[in-house]
């Protein structure tokens, strides 16, 4: 049984080579460090050959925009699905670079180059007027933290969401002060959310006693132990409310 031929960079020339002749250029590999170097008129194309998208393909093509604004990567066309989350977030990388994409699929005895995508500068304002939902997430997300409790770069511990926060809050104030109407907790500066995170009680922290009061359960009382720090800013932040209004 013949064994299969390992691919390697050199098998990605002649298909871009074919693609670009095609097209009307002169293409020549290995000039001056690039590894390819196409030529149409005035136009100078180059493409940078790797057989995965790496930093260090990503490197090398940013190199060669001081030569030209015509530049590519060319990768064999990955095993995985194109319309992933992970090779879509690849991709936002590159146009992010101002960089093209080629890919070259094999097949047998054939291979082909495809362009995904052409180099073209970005439009940041567009792409922030685009995202100005997520931002504003963002934003509220970070305003309704007191503080930072969370370590950055952390993938395998509970993360501290304002959300989570205020759920905190709430059974702080009910453990303290016992069994409380959402308009009470609002009145002490639980926020907006209160009647609706009670009503889910997404954690078990709360029982409803009887129509618009509640109390913090058993569960609650255990696990909201394990955040003495915020127990601490809560109860203090409510006895200056308190004082102030004396």
Request: hydrophobic share 25%.
């Given at each position: 049984m013949t064994e299969k031929k390992k691919l390697q960079e050199v098998d990605l020339y002649k298909p871009i080579q074919k693609y670009f002749v095609r097209e009307g250029f002169k293409v020549y590999g290995e000039v001056k460090d690039c590894d390819i170097a196409a030529v149409k008129d005035d136009d100078l194309v180059i493409i940078e050959l790797k057989l995965t998208l790496s930093v260090d393909l990503l490197i090398q093509a940013a190199k060669r925009q001081k030569l030209s604004d015509q530049v590519y990567i060319a990768i064999p066309r990955p095993k995985g699905r194109l319309n992933s989350r992970q090779w879509a977030d690849k991709c936002h990388l590159v146009k992010r670079l101002e960089l093209g994409l080629i890919v070259v699929s094999f097949s047998g005895n054939t291979a082909r180059a495809e362009i995904l995508f052409h180099p073209t500068a970005m439009?940041?304002?567009?792409?922030?007027?685009?995202?100005?939902?997520?931002?504003?997430?963002l934003m509220?997300?970070?305003?309704?933290?007191?503080?930072?409790?969370?370590?950055?770069?952390?993938?395998?511990?509970?993360?501290?969401?304002?959300?989570?926060?205020?759920?905190?809050?709430?059974?702080?104030?009910?453990?303290?002060f016992g069994s409380l109407s959402p308009k009470s907790l609002v009145e002490m500066g639980t926020g907006k959310k209160t009647s609706s995170i009670l009503t889910k009680n997404y954690?078990?922290?709360?029982?409803?006693?009887?129509?618009?009061?509640?109390?913090?359960?058993?569960?609650?009382?255990?696990?909201?132990?394990?955040?003495?720090?915020?127990?601490?800013?809560?109860?203090?932040?409510?006895?200056?409310?308190v004082e102030n209004n004396d």
């Open positions: 439009n940041r304002r567009q792409i922030k007027a685009q995202n100005k939902r997520k931002r504003i997430t509220k997300e970070i305003e309704g933290r007191s503080s930072d409790f969370n370590v950055g770069g952390s993938s395998r511990t509970k993360i501290m969401t304002a959300y989570k926060e205020n759920c905190i809050q709430i059974a702080c104030y009910l453990e303290q954690y078990g922290w709360f029982e409803r006693i009887k129509r618009g009061t509640y109390i913090i359960s058993d569960k609650g009382k255990a696990e909201v132990k394990e955040y003495p720090n915020l127990i601490d800013y809560y109860v203090k932040q409510l006895n200056e409310k």
